[in-house]
């Protein structure tokens, strides 16, 4: 069965820098795109990042861009997250999600547990 | 960059039909996909692509979308429908594609 497990959160102060990674397994990961989607205390789903299958095809949002890194290492059927310069409003469940395959725009069919990045001082 | 608007809260009775809209410029343009989250659980797509459903979704979930709106209608609505409801598309033609609409409370009464 398809798992995506996250790890890497946790409490960093403004300006630090933390490494989400998630571990895929169930599934040919080297076949899908993947993204991290965020969801702060009490509030929405905030997409993050995307990957495309091979990983030459990147986008951020504007709110992460210039200090967060998405890659993948498909021999190791991993996604991983790079956050610098962390801000108070990165607080929240970073997601790790997997694209599906049928849709004609990108969409995601499986997502892992979560992982709390907390920012505070 | 794109924005999707979504009522903050629905309410229905159960047995009843509950309809959840997603609001975008000329949205009937883009593909709509619907998600479900229960409270401390990851979310769930219920409908993709405007209006098919994902195996395993039950037929009372059903999407359309035309104009600036996208609608998700769950009939027969059930206890267990009661969630937060998230529409979300790719705006393929911006640098930062991925869009979620701010989430609708559905509340069954």
């Known amino acids: 069965q398809v798992q995506l497990v996250e790890s890497g959160g946790g409490l960093v102060k403004p300006g630090g820098s933390l490494r989400l990674s998630c571990a895929a397994s169930g599934f040919t990961f080297s076949d899908y795109y993947m993204s991290w989607i965020r969801q702060a205390p009490g509030k929405g789903l905030e997409w993050v990042s995307y990957?495309?299958?091979?990983?030459?095809?990147?986008y951020y949002a504007d709110s992460v861009k210039g200090r967060f890194t998405i890659s993948r290492d498909n021999a190791k059927n991993s996604l991983y997250l790079q956050m610098n310069s962390l801000r108070a409003e990165d607080t929240a469940v970073y997601y790790c999600?997997?694209?599906?395959?049928?849709?004609?725009?990108?969409?995601?069919?499986?997502w892992g547990q979560g992982t709390l990045v907390t920012v505070s001082s | 960059s794109y924005v999707l608007t979504q009522p903050p809260s629905v309410s229905v009775a159960p047995g009843q039909t509950a309809r959840i809209t997603c609001g975008g410029n000329n949205i009937g343009s883009k593909s709509v996909h619907w998600y479900q989250q229960k409270p401390g659980q990851a979310p769930v797509l219920v409908v993709y692509?405007?209006?098919d459903r994902p195996s395993g979704i039950p037929e009372r979930f059903s999407g359309s979308n035309s104009g600036n709106t996208a609608t998700l209608t769950i009939s027969r609505v059930e206890a267990g429908d009661e969630a937060d409801y998230y529409c979300?598309?790719?705006?393929?033609?911006?640098?930062?594609?991925?869009?979620f609409g701010g989430g609708t409370k559905l509340t069954v009464l």
């Open positions: 692509d405007d209006s």
């Open positions: 999600a997997r694209g599906f395959a049928r849709s004609k725009s990108p969409a995601f069919d499986y």
């Open positions: 979300q598309v790719w705006d393929s033609s911006s640098d930062h594609p991925g869009v």
């Open positions: 990957i495309s299958s091979s990983g030459s095809t990147i």
